[in-house]
């Protein structure tokens, strides 16, 4: 079953005569964004080139000749990630349409909350589909649009889609990038000497030596072409409300967001989350990588030693990248190992970023217990996840969220912790930097703990239902 849901890194690149390559690079330092398929797309201002593969850009993108077939000096690139099932090619990105302004290529990281509702309107109108994504209702309602340029008719297009997404778009002869009107998926701007690049994190800019430029805001539009950049911002002023999953477990740790790393903020969090939820213990133990940053924040601030109880296997991808669920617990075993000798006889807090199925944990404290460690105190450091995401964090089904069905006594058991405690949602907003949430207009946009949508989810009920009856098969 294809589920339009989906993480997803962009990154583009506009003016260097190693466009591909760069954004090979680019695509690299955002792998932890989706390792499902990733492909470039290029343009020499007369053609367009396509390569788009299954599986991670370092297997793809470096060996043999497909740079060579990506001749050009503008790039947009993407990595995938989709939840469950189908990994077929067919929706492995950038899409590429040719239209009747010229071609046109799009990458997209997020969700649209509306897309079925549109799409069955397009197919009724005589638009044929040939993905499950749903990045192609934009490109379809931008082959629509009445618009009098391709600006034009992405902006119209920007109007009649709701959601997460953060896009990057390559024509003939311009880069464009765009942002949601709450800025819930993130992307920055930097500069490569004469060029301009697009990525959805800044540690895509450090591994090609691009220098960070700025965010591109809410609801905003960069149109980049060789006169320069131009912001555009077609839609109402309203306050950004960036999704906080991206501060707490998607984006990587070296990356910037607002001028703080993540890395410092996970380390807030972990402080904030000793402070309400101390306990005594011989050693704090994260659960690597996702729950190192806390547990540091967590030990340096109560001084109780930090200790790599738990060593991960790195050869293999994300627990979630599993479509199964029996696959997925396999996958907890062959990724992590208990550090035997450390554990052993110890009462133990471990750390992570958020629980959400609560595989994980089960497995982890499960493999404790059977090393002798004596006790183990989950902490996490962030509040309980109650509800489904419909922008682009892939959050599974409410009745999938360990938090939506139990208390945290139930889920204590359930995990067969000593104790059990979270962050609370107010201190989620503190470590962020605020000393609130504003419960008018929260600063960010938190549904998985709240409930609160600040786009409605539209297509909610019909998210699973959306599927092409044709299975494609190219590689
Ligand atoms: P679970 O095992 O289902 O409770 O998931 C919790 C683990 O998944 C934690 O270790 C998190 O770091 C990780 N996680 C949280 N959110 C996501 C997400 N959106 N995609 C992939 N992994 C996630």
Do not use: W
């Not at 397009?122 to 749903?134: A, M, P, R, W």
């Amino acid at each position: 079953m294809s589920r339009l849901k989906e993480e997803c890194g962009v990154f583009g690149i506009f003016n260097n005569k190693d466009a591909a390559a760069l954004t090979a690079l680019g695509l690299h330092a955002l792998q932890h964004r989706g390792q499902e398929g990733c492909g470039i797309v290029t343009s020499d201002e007369k053609k367009f080139y396509a390569e788009r593969r299954l599986g991670l850009v370092g297997d793809n993108f470096t060996k043999g000749k497909v740079l060579e077939k990506l001749p050009g000096n503008f790039a947009i690139g993407h990595n995938r990630y989709s939840t469950t099932g189908s990994n077929s090619i067919k929706n492995v990105q950038p899409f590429y349409a040719d239209l009747f302004d010229g071609g046109i290529s799009i990458a997209h990281n997020g969700n649209l909350c509306n897309a079925i509702h549109l799409k069955k309107n397009l197919v009724k109108n005589g638009s044929i589909f040939q993905t499950t994504s749903d990045t192609e209702t934009i490109v379809q309602l931008i082959a629509k649009s009445k618009g009098k340029n391709i600006v034009d008719k992405i902006i119209d297009s920007l109007f009649k889609i709701q959601g997460g997404y953060a896009l990057t778009i390559l024509t003939k002869n311009k880069l464009i990038g765009i942002r949601d009107p709450f800025g819930i998926r993130p992307l920055v701007i930097g500069r490569l000497n004469k060029s301009y690049v697009l990525a959805s994190e800044t540690c895509a800019l450090d591994i090609i030596e691009a220098k960070f430029f700025r965010e591109v805001k809410n609801g905003e539009i960069v149109v980049i072409t060789k006169n320069g950049l131009e912001s555009i911002m077609p839609f109402p002023k309203i306050k950004e409300r960036p999704c906080v999953f991206e501060y707490i477990y998607f984006s990587r740790p070296d990356s910037i967001i607002n001028g703080t790393s993540v890395y410092e903020y996970r380390k807030n969090l972990g402080v904030q989350l000793a402070k309400e939820t101390y306990v005594d213990c011989d050693l704090i133990v994260p659960v690597p990588d996702s729950g190192v940053p806390a547990a540091i924040g967590y030990s340096e601030s109560t001084k109780k030693s930090f200790g790599l109880g738990i060593i991960r296997n790195h050869y293999v991808g994300r627990t979630f990248i599993e479509p199964t669920q029996q696959i997925r617990s396999f996958g907890v075993k062959l990724k992590h190992n208990i550090n035997k000798s450390l554990v052993k006889n110890k009462s133990i807090t471990l750390i992570d970023d958020s629980l959400v199925r609560g595989t994980t944990s089960v497995k982890i404290i499960k493999m404790l217990y059977d090393s002798g460690a004596k006790e183990v105190h989950l902490r996490i450091a962030s509040p309980p996840i109650k509800f489904p995401d419909y922008y682009g964090v892939d959050t599974p089904n409410q009745n999938e969220l360990l938090a939506s069905k139990l208390d945290i006594e139930g889920m204590r058991k359930f995990i067969n912790a000593t104790t059990l405690n979270f962050l609370s949602i107010d201190g989620l907003y503190k470590s962020l930097g605020y000393n609130k949430r504003n419960s008018l207009y929260p600063q960010f946009t938190d549904h998985c703990f709240t409930g609160e949508y600040p786009v409605k989810p539209l297509d909610a009920k019909n998210m699973e239902e959306d599927e092409t009856k044709l299975i494609v098969n190219n590689k």
